[in-house]
């Protein structure tokens, strides 16, 4: 028993960046704990009458977790919780009503960030996060925070990097610390936050790990062991973060009890229900207790969510800083358009990036895996490239990205999987290689650019008939490009991609010419590369295409994406496999989806 106590204190230290010191005093105080009976273990009836569990204090002043034995039943906290209170209410200023249709508008935009240490929030947290060189909150997180103090349920909104990840977790994470250190510390989270892509998992949760080091957070993904989520899990968490997949599935093998849950949130929630995670997210809700605070965040919310959302949330308030005329797109990014036709366009990439790359990092949005890998695999011959798409494995992914985040490599070449909410600092040109699906997917590819203020190009490149199509983009989102000259193309430069037929492997044949040519009616076969299972990873690939304007009209969109990946015609492959390549499949809404939920993606 004593060897199973060290390995779960090594485990719980190594996972939460305590300081050696701290993990010894938390070893001791466990094995005090276990050997000592009394007075260090509670006993049950200490827990029903709320009596005080003994704590150790980490290096923040906030008491450690305690060990989990088999002797205490781990819904210890729960029992404290009923008699001890309400996180999301115990330091709430009790809020007067007030009717769902309401709403702060972009009148809450702008104006000076209010001093991160003078909001009466967790020392800890004004210490971590201006270590990271925050000290103001940004607009979106001055709006959210008094009404997620308040336990208010909402829905926000705010362009593409303005901090909606810190405007929710600050609340959070103040809210969990003062809970914590009230209560004392128990074994299930007490908040979780779902999204859409395992990347974009990874990065909240560190956003949360950083900015509260005392926390327990844990990224739940598919395509790694579950084996060590499961031991983490054990070992007691705070904040989970996760993809609806993996969670689904440790729920089901009885690792994750979300009994205890007081916040649940929705990272690029039009994303989540719009890709068809509506249904998993369900099943997620459906296990939270009912008094907790819901929240959902995204830069774009398509108007159908609303209905969605008033099955989910209990009167939420809208706070909602883009507003419906306003401009879509961050401040400082400027766009441009180029056209090119399908034979040309992978040979104008390099001079784009060097004209308007400013030497920094570059990323390249194509629409399939096979566009991703075959222009990675072109670029790359002269430049340092990387591909990043659902069918390459998780490991590799993260490799990849962690490799561009620290400037190994300049140019990466993304699939959809990277669109949403990825911040990667300094990219300095988004380069869409065709139009993308919609709106929304325009929003978010371009702003992986122009981040925090900083400033960003992004360039999209459309078929010499496709002027109308970027003429919609222009009027949807508010701005509009700069069309570049034409770059003249050698008619030999095809042959950048030459000799790496098969390298993501599948049966599409034919010349370049033809690959890269979007629009021409590719009646299946990507859409049904990888998942293989219904519950798992990201879905963010793969779809038909909304912008089919001009003669690609008749080219057949609806039929992008069949093969193998309709939902209702099989994949239901089991807990935990990977569905990270794709979700479209959904071929009888073609593309044109944003009206209806489970259309796009
Ligand atoms: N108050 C702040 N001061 C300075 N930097 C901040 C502040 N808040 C957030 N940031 C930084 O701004 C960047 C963008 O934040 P974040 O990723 O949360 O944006 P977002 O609105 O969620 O974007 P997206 O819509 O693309 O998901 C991050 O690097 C984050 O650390």
Redesign the pocket.
């Known amino acids: 028993m004593i060897s199973t106590v060290l390995r779960r204190s090594v485990l719980g230290a190594s996972r939460r960046t305590q300081t050696l010191s701290a993990s010894l005093t938390s070893i001791n105080a466990a094995l005090l704990h276990h050997l000592t009976p009394s007075p260090s273990a509670a006993t049950v009836s200490d827990l029903k009458s709320g009596a005080a569990l003994p704590q150790t204090t980490n290096p923040y002043g906030v008491k450690a977790r305690d060990f989990h034995f088999q002797s205490r039943p781990s819904e210890f906290r729960a029992s404290m919780a009923s008699s001890a209170g309400f996180a999301a209410q115990d330091y709430a200023p009790s809020y007067d009503g007030g009717d769902s249709e309401e709403s702060v508008g972009s009148s809450g935009d702008g104006g000076d ?1 209010l001093a ?1 240490s003078d909001l009466g929030i967790s020392p800890e947290i004004v210490k971590a ?1 201006s270590g ?7 607009p ?2 001055k709006a959210v925070l008094e009404p997620a103090m308040q336990g208010r349920d909402m829905i926000g909104r ?10 929710f ?1 600050i609340p959070v994470i103040d809210k969990i610390i003062k809970f914590n250190a009230k209560h004392g510390r128990g074994k299930n989270p007490l908040c979780l936050v779902l999204a859409p892509t395992r990347e ?1 998992a990874r ?1 909240v949760e560190k ?1 949360f790990r950083e900015s509260a080091p005392s926390l327990d957070t844990i990224c739940l993904y598919g395509g790694t062991p579950i084996g060590q989520q499961m031991r983490e899990l054990n070992y007691g968490v705070d904040v989970a973060v996760g993809t609806p997949g993996r969670i689904i599935d440790l729920m089901k093998r009885g690792a994750l009890n979300l009994s205890e849950v007081q916040f649940i949130v929705l ?2 929630a039009d994303q989540m229900l719009q890709v068809g995670f509506a249904e998993d997210v369900e099943v997620i809700l459906q296990k939270l207790p009912e008094k907790r605070q819901s929240m959902m ?3 774009t919310m398509p108007s159908w969510i609303r209905s969605l959302t008033k099955k989910y949330l209990n009167n939420p308030l809208t706070i909602d800083l883009v507003g419906d005329s306003d401009q879509k797109l961050a401040d400082g990014i400027t766009m441009y358009s180029i056209s090119a036709d399908s034979y040309g366009k992978a040979s104008i990439i390099g001079p784009l990036v060097e004209a308007h790359g400013k030497g920094g990092k570059c990323i390249v949005f194509t629409q399939t895996k096979r566009d991703a890998d075959r222009l990675s695999y072109g670029l790359a011959k002269t430049f340092k490239c990387e591909a990043l798409h659902g069918d390459i494995s998780q490991s590799q992914r993260e490799r990849t990205l962690a490799g561009f985040r620290d400037g190994n490599f300049n140019i990466l070449v993304a699939t959809d999987v990277a669109a ?4 990667v ?1 300094n990219v300095d040109l988004v380069i869409h290689y065709e139009l993308p699906n919609n709106t929304e997917t325009f929003v ?1 590819r371009t ?2 650019t122009g ?3 900083k400033k960003g190009n992004a360039i999209l490149i459309h078929g010499p008939e496709q002027s109308r199509a970027v003429k919609m983009i222009e009027r949807e989102v508010g701005s509009k490009f700069t069309e570049l000259p034409s770059i003249p193309v050698e008619r030999g430069s095809g042959s950048m991609f030459e000799g790496i037929g098969g390298r993501s492997g599948g049966s599409y044949g034919g010349g370049m010419r033809d690959r890269s040519s979007s629009y021409g009616g590719r009646s299946g076969g990507y859409g049904g590369g990888g998942g293989s299972g219904r519950y798992g990873g990201d879905r963010s690939e793969g779809s038909g295409n909304r912008y089919s304007g001009g003669s690609d009209r008749s080219s057949g969109y609806g039929g992008f994406g069949s093969g193998g990946s309709n939902r209702s015609s099989g994949g239901y492959g089991g807990f935990g496999s990977d569905r990270s390549s794709q979700s479209s499949g959904r071929s009888s809404f073609g593309g044109f989806g944003l009206k209806d939920p489970n259309s796009s993606y």
């Open positions: 960030g991160i996060l990271r060189g925050i000290d103001k909150l940004f979106i997180q705010a362009r593409t990097g303005t901090g909606k990840t810190l405007a977790g974009l990065q956003e990272d690029e965040f995204s830069a949403r909410g990825l911040d600092p978010h702003g992986r981040r925090a203020g």
